[in-house]
């Protein structure tokens, strides 16, 4: 979820229920791949179409971002343009099992460097 992690809490913080239903699927479908072997194309086409479906629920009460007005909820509907522009890139995890579903190891990497 790369950049888009921290605003997803955000949104679940706004008591947005699409995006704790997200949160809880990606976070499931993380234990899920770290138990089993990369998904099939099937499997990862299912994947995909309920990812996208999350991102729908999401989508009724946030329309696209362009004639939003500036605050939270433009935040939220810039939030799931990102979310559906980059699905393939969100959903790496499933298929690549180097991918992690956050940049958090990397991050913190970083961050011991340059306190070093």
């Known amino acids: 979820m790369r ?49 996208h479906a999350l991102l729908r629920l999401g989508r009724r009460l946030r329309p696209y971002s362009q004639g939003t007005p500036s605050g939270p909820a433009r935040k939220i509907a810039r939030l799931l343009d990102r979310l559906h522009d980059f699905d393939l890139c969100v959903l790496a995890f499933l298929c690549a099992p180097d991918v992690p579903l956050t940049s958090n190891p990397a991050e913190q990497d970083i961050r011991i460097s340059k306190v070093r």
């Open 3 to 51: 950049g888009s992690g921290n605003d997803l809490f955000v949104a679940e913080e706004q008591h947005e229920a699409w995006a704790a239903r997200l949160s809880r699927w990606l976070v499931g479908a993380c234990r899920r791949r770290q138990r089993c072997a990369p998904l099939s194309e099937r499997l990862f086409k299912r994947a995909l179409a309920r990812y």
